[in-house]
């Protein structure tokens, strides 16, 4: 039997208007616990939106967002991310002139907030450094700790952004389009990082490569036009006649991951 925290994050009648135009109508998202859960859809399927309602950047026209259980719908970005919902950036153009180690660290720092304003100078934010290596370990950067994020490559751009999220510990990791833009060395790299740092962890995916979808997401939310569609496994979602035909020509080649 299901109980209501089976789900970490879930939506109920989730809607966004802009000015008449619903970018999201009345969705239902069911997020399982320690489970990798992708948001799919053609361009302009509300995916982004839906997204940013999650995060709380937007705020709901209608509807409600659920956190283990508790309305969470009127809170703001930095509310959810204090209590374990915590979204990735492209962090790439941030700070370009500082090292890899110094970007997650003021990452850090900065989403941890008000608790550490006591911390005057830089060097006590050594405290934090165990943490920062700890995170560069996981994904794959400790090498590159003192390297200026400028000089990494794109792959490894996206790969310091996760480790700047890990750092924070989320309870529920949020990435937005974490393989756009990539190479298929980089994709396949990224794609077995999210699943390493998912262990133990919830993450929220909004990704339009389906070859990762396909390799690493339990379940798949599929939006067309605001609504939800089809959710499901792969599978499940892939042999769908109607996702089939909201991806059509084409992108139904993409679908099946070619």
């Known amino acids: 039997m299901e109980h209501k925290t089976d789900f970490v994050i879930e939506t109920r009648g989730l809607t966004k208007e802009f ?23 053609p361009n302009g399927a509300g995916k982004s939106t839906c997204f940013n309602l999650i995060t709380k950047f937007l705020t709901p026209t209608h509807g409600e967002i659920l956190f283990n259980g508790n309305d969470i719908t009127r809170h703001s970005p930095s509310q959810i991310a204090r209590e374990g919902v915590v979204r990735s950036f492209q962090i790439s153009a941030v700070f370009p002139h500082m090292t890899v180690l110094e ?34 370990e996981q994904v794959g950067l400790a090498e590159f700790a003192q390297e200026e994020a400028v000089n990494l490559p794109y792959g490894r751009k996206r790969a310091l952004e996760i480790a700047t999220t890990l750092a924070i510990n989320p309870e529920v990791m949020l990435l ?83």
């Open 103 to 136: 970007n997650v660290r003021i990452g850090l720092q900065r989403r941890l907030g008000t608790s550490f304003h006591f911390w005057k100078s830089d060097s006590t934010l050594d405290i934090l450094n165990d943490r920062v290596l700890d995170a560069l």
């Open 176 to 258: 937005d389009e974490p393989t756009q833009g990539m190479g298929h060395e980089d994709v396949e790299r990224v794609t077995e990082l999210i699943k390493k740092v998912s262990a133990g962890r919830t993450v929220i995916m909004v990704e339009h490569n389906m070859n990762v979808v396909s390799n690493i997401a339990d379940t798949i939310s599929v939006l067309q036009r605001g609504q939800m569609i089809a959710e499901g496994n792969y599978q499940t979602v892939s042999s769908n006649p109607q996702v089939m035909e909201a991806y059509m020509g084409s992108a139904d080649a993409e679908l099946q991951g070619h």
């Open 19 to 41: 000015l008449g135009f619903i970018a999201v109508n009345d969705v239902n998202l069911k997020v399982r616990r320690h489970t990798i859960h992708a948001i799919i859809g």
